[in-house]
């Protein structure tokens, strides 16, 4: 832009964080002035990214159907407002939208495509930034925008809604003292005036919010209008009801009030690098969803949680994504792994259902341990009946964070930053280790913890073949003991099958907060991957489960979650001490003879024999 080194070729300097700021990423922490260096870092991107696009579109002698849009005009317009507004500029630059643009835009003009609009309308995107930048620095200006299905987003301002029959048209905006006129291609006008937060006939302003007040006041835009608000592609805008917006207003407010008293650190991050929240649609209770990318510094997508407490950890969750993805981008924390990664490259998440690479499960140690720290001070200050959840929620993400980073700790395909970041992670999360958690809660966390591991390796594990051929065998001639084959390393064979091996966490959440609630006579066959036997064990109705989950496991088209509950039903009664700890530590041994069992004979074994059987050899 006008003044900058990216159009002067003057030479550009690297940025370093401070050794402090270093530091407190590192430990997982980072307050608003190192989010402030991390801001310096991502605006010299984002313009070195703009120059790439700019360099990219001059070097094409015929942009094929590109010319409905001028590039020469934006960037021109672009400038100017620079020149006479460089703080709206910035704001415009700054947004995540615009991040999260820029960057598409630069795969699209390579090659890669990310959405089904045409080139021209991804690409001339740019011009609507112009149009933002020109009105908002007072300029008088008429350039030409992409309108998508109607819609003509303004990055920053609003989105005007004109009758246009065509997914894919052109407008004309027109600015002068701020006052803008948007015509459509059939000669349908939306006016708006200075200002531009009114709403009008055609026009939708953005959503501007101020949380708390005085020097705890945070600004945020509740972004709906946008394009590039989503992650990793862009959507259709979804204007709020008056309902819903109310109530994420308020839902947001009070979850700053929480964070400010609870997780001050994090507060103060956000209140420096937090710009916008974009809502989705309501999920299952207790599985809301959120996302942020590493382009898009500084907004996320959230959808309308449960409760307050659950809205302040998406917040920090999400928050340390964005503070980890600007860490990245100034230095990589792990090798590249191959794409799509080898089963080499992968390893067991506690929060996902698949198997993930290194870098991804570095994202989610990093945004756990966030999570961690805030549970860790709310369930002190949350209401007693809210008390027993929030135990659990630290308790259980700190034994989640605390294994995986005890497994990737010194990981061969750490960089020497990686090695750094990881030990401060580890650092920080050994001193959570010895806090006291309420015994119930405790038991239950770990318990939880344990199934979504089990239910993993029930999924991805696959013992040897010709082991498991062995092994059925051995099985209908009566051996004694199954093959020693059996106890091989198991291979990594993601299963592309595997959803919601979050069901026990998802249960526990609910018999934390309701005991006696009538949940447990709805929520099997409700709520995904839940049935009537892992309602049955979660209410403590050990043998009734028991017998629930031995009669699915018997024949076909058991669920593999199966066998986790399985073990959990078995475990602490001195009978079936073998079954219990072959199902709970190696389940995928039992899955894959009763498959093999099943394809051989067409009938299964009794799974707690079977597995009784297995466990003879299954280390303690």
């Given amino acids: 832009m006008a003044a900058d080194a990216m159009t002067t070729g003057d030479l550009l300097q690297f940025h370093r964080l401070s050794p402090a700021g270093a530091l407190a990423l590192a430990r997982g922490d980072g307050d608003s002035a190192v989010v402030a260096e991390l801001l310096g870092a991502e605006r010299s991107r984002r313009l070195l990214l703009m120059r790439a696009l700019d360099n990219a579109l001059s070097r094409e002698d015929d942009p094929a159907d590109d010319t409905r849009v001028s590039y020469a005009q934006a960037w021109a317009l672009l400038e100017r407002a620079q020149r006479r507004a460089p703080e709206a500029f910035e704001d415009v630059l700054m947004s995540p939208n615009t991040g999260m643009w820029v960057s598409l835009a630069v795969r699209r003009v390579r090659g890669r495509a990310y959405e089904d609009a045409p080139r021209w309308v991804a690409v001339g995107h740019l011009a609507a930034l ?3 930048a020109g009105t908002r620095a007072g300029l008088d200006f008429s350039i030409t925008v992409p309108v998508r299905r109607g819609l003509v987003p303004l ?18 905006v027109t600015g002068r003292a701020g006052r803008l006129r948007i015509t459509g291609a059939r000669g349908a006008i939306v006016e708006v005036a200075p200002g531009w937060d009114r709403r009008g006939p055609g026009w939708l302003p953005v959503r501007r919010l101020t949380l708390g007040s005085g020097a705890d006041a ?13 992650f990793p592609r862009p959507s259709e805008p979804r204007p709020l009801s008056t309902a819903e917006a109310a109530t994420w207003e308020s839902m947001l407010a009070d979850a700053w009030k929480v964070l400010l008293r609870d997780d001050p650190v994090s507060a103060a991050a956000m209140r420096q690098g937090l710009m916008s929240v974009a809502p989705t649609p309501r999920r299952e209770r ?20 449960d409760d307050v407490p659950q809205l302040a950890a998406t917040l920090v969750h999400e928050f340390q994504h964005t503070k980890l993805g600007g860490l990245m981008h100034l230095g990589p924390l792990t090798e590249q792994a191959p794409d799509p990664p080898t089963p080499a490259w992968l390893h067991y998440a506690p929060w996902r259902d698949d198997p993930r690479p290194l870098g991804g499960l570095l994202q989610g140690i990093y945004a756990f341990l966030g999570v961690t720290r805030f549970w860790r001070a709310h369930r002190h200050t949350a209401d007693p009946s809210y008390a027993p959840l929030a135990h659990f929620e630290f308790a259980m993400w700190r034994t989640q964070v605390w294994s995986v980073l005890n497994e990737v700790r010194g990981h061969e395909q750490l960089t020497p930053l990686g090695r750094w970041v990881l030990d401060g992670l ?9 806090d006291e958690v309420p015994a119930a809660q405790l038991r239950l966390a770990h318990e939880v913890a344990g199934d979504h591991l089990t239910r993993w390796r029930a999924h991805h594990l ?63 066959g409700s709520v995904d991957g839940v049935e009537a036997s892992d309602v049955l064990l979660i209410r403590g109705h050990r043998e009734e489960a028991r017998a629930a989950y031995a009669d699915r496991l018997s024949g076909k088209g058991a669920p593999v979650a199966a066998w986790a509950g399985l073990g959990r039903s078995l475990s602490g009664d001195p009978s079936h001490e073998a079954a219990a700890r072959l199902l709970l530590g190696f389940p995928e041994r039992a899955r894959a003879v009763q498959d093999a069992l099943i394809a051989t004979t067409g009938r299964g074994a009794d799974p707690v024999r079977l597995a009784t ?7 303690p």
């Fill in 613 to 619: 059987w297995l466990g003879q050899d299954a280390a």
């Fill in 218 to 230: 945070k600004s945020l835009v509740l972004e709906e209008l946008d394009p590039y608000r989503t």
């Fill in 130 to 132: 112009a149009a933002a």
């Fill in 462 to 524: 696959r013992p040897p073949a010709a082991a498991v051929e062995e092994a059925v065998r051995d099985w209908r001639r009566g051996s004694a003991r199954p093959p020693a084959t059996l106890a091989a390393e198991p291979a990594l064979v993601p299963d592309t099958e595997a959803r919601h091996l979050d069901s026990a966490a998802v249960l526990a959440r609910y018999q934390l907060s309701d005991p006696d609630g009538t949940w447990q006579h709805t929520v099997a």
């Fill in 286 to 305: 207790f599985r809301p969803h959120s996302s942020t990318a590493g382009d898009a510094f500084g907004g996320l997508t959230a959808s309308r949680p």
């Fill in 155 to 172: 990055p920053t301002l609003g989105c005007a809604v004109l009758p246009d029959p065509h997914p894919w048209n052109t407008a004309r």
């Fill in 426 to 434: 580890s650092e920080r999360c050994a001193e959570w280790m010895t």
